[in-house]
């Protein structure tokens, strides 16, 4: 299982820190914490995006 930072996970979706931050606060993005850190599974994020794409194909047609 591959995890990742906030610094790591945030180039890879394409977003800032700062935006990754934001999107944890609002529970917008799956994620878990270990203490204070912030951590995401790349297996939750690719299936997190490919939900994103998805759903913007359906609300497009």
């Not at 945030?10 to 204070?36: D, T, W």
Request: aromatic share 10%; proline share 3%.
């Amino acid at each position: 299982m591959e995890r990742m930072t906030v610094k790591e996970a945030a180039p890879y979706i394409g977003a800032s820190e700062f935006k990754l931050r934001e999107m944890v606060r609002q529970k917008s993005i799956p994620h878990y914490r270990i203490g204070n850190r912030i951590m995401f599974r790349k297996v939750t994020l690719d299936a997190w995006i490919a939900k994103q794409e998805y759903e913007n194909v359906c609300e497009e047609a």
